[in-house]
């Protein structure tokens, strides 16, 4: 039955709990249980690898389009910038013509 428990030993409800010097002297000695009880579920509600790599991916895929989005629109503004400048040049040289 219960072998070489030793003072560091306590029960909860008949089943040995080793407390931390028990566990270093490595002097106790337990029966195995008739059976064992338990509870297994027996689908896990888990997110595989590939969908938390796929959630990762598409996180990133939207705030990259933001980006590009607010590069375009940033774009659009230096090139009309850059049409008025020609613009100006071109005044410039008919001016310096006449």
């Known amino acids: 039955m219960k072998q070489g428990i030793d003072s560091n030993t306590r029960y909860d ?3 040995p709990v080793l407390t931390s010097d028990a566990v270093f002297n490595q002097n106790v000695t337990f029966e195995m249980p008739e059976g064992l009880i338990g509870v297994m579920d027996t689908k896990m509600e888990t997110m595989e690898k ?3 790599l796929r959630n990762n991916l598409m996180q990133q895929q ?3 389009e933001k980006q590009i989005s607010v590069l375009e629109g940033q774009l659009q503004r230096q090139k009309e910038y850059l ?3 020609e613009g100006g040049i071109d005044v410039l040289d008919e001016l310096a013509k006449v």
Request: charged share 25%.
């Open 62 to 64: 939207v705030e990259i």
């Open 50 to 52: 590939t969908d938390v």
């Open 13 to 15: 409800f008949g089943t």
């Open 83 to 85: 049409a008025k400048i």
